[in-house]
């Protein structure tokens, strides 16, 4: 099932939701050069009837042409740096690395316990790069009762066409495959010098009025969700 939006996408398969919006500013850009931005994006996934959404298992998301990231000069966190470790611990280990921030919810269903919500923080790092490609790493912990870390690698590959970007990568079983993931958001937003110039982790230009991203979800009942959802820009220059 997919769907192609201006505004926010929802796109629903039989009991199954999926709402994702995003956005950036600034929306004037010039028309040639790449500029610092802040990028925001969220994607909500529920059901109709109130039941436990399936699993999400795996992601691939890909991003617009007119967009640019940067790593040189930055500092890249190990995985390895970041397993077993609190939302605190993880962000001290690694500050210099930090790219974004954000939230991550789940529903989990455990014996003894009334259907549960469980909210953590988000940290996106800068990972090593991997065949060539730069990373960015997810950490999130969760609370009691699960009390499990998650870092996920996500590789993001230069493309041609009409997307520049693609990362593509697994979402890990949460509380041993009985939970759900509901809720996600992040904010992008890195600044740093490097050689003597300031650098943006993500940067764009607006070379014809939209900035697009296109996403693929599937989930562990076999359902694939996929479309895009399209910004505006206002060129200059």
Do not use: W
Request: net charge positive; hydrophobic share 35%; charged share 20%.
């Amino acid at each position: 099932m997919a769907a192609d939006l201006a505004g926010a996408a929802m796109v629903r398969v039989g009991t199954l939701v999926l709402r994702a919006d995003g956005g950036f500013t600034p929306q004037l850009l010039p028309r040639h050069r790449r500029v610092p931005i802040r990028f925001q994006g969220y994607g909500d996934i529920g059901t109709t009837d109130g039941s436990q959404p399936p699993a999400l298992q795996h992601a691939k998301i890909e991003f617009d042409r007119d967009g640019r990231l940067t790593t040189k000069g930055l500092p890249a966190c190990p995985p390895a740096k970041l397993g077993g470790t609190t939302t605190k611990q993880a962000r001290s280990r690694c500050r210099g690395a930090i790219v974004g921030t954000g939230h991550v919810a789940a529903e989990i269903s455990l014996a003894g316990f009334d259907r549960i919500e469980l909210r953590s923080p988000l940290t996106l790092f800068n990972g090593p790069r991997q065949n060539g490609n730069p990373t960015v790493i997810g950490h999130a912990r969760a609370p009691f009762p699960v009390s499990e870390t998650y870092v996920v690698v996500a590789p993001i590959e230069r493309r041609r066409g009409v997307f520049g970007y693609r990362t593509s990568f697994d979402v890990p079983p949460i509380a041993g495959g009985l939970g759900s993931l509901t809720h996600v958001d992040t904010k992008l937003a890195r600044t740093y010098r490097s050689g003597g110039r300031k650098r943006s982790f993500v940067s764009a230009r607006c070379s014809d009025g939209i900035l697009q991203t296109q996403g693929y979800f599937s989930f562990s009942d076999g359902n694939v969700i996929y479309g895009s959802v399209f910004k505006f820009c206002r060129a200059r220059g």
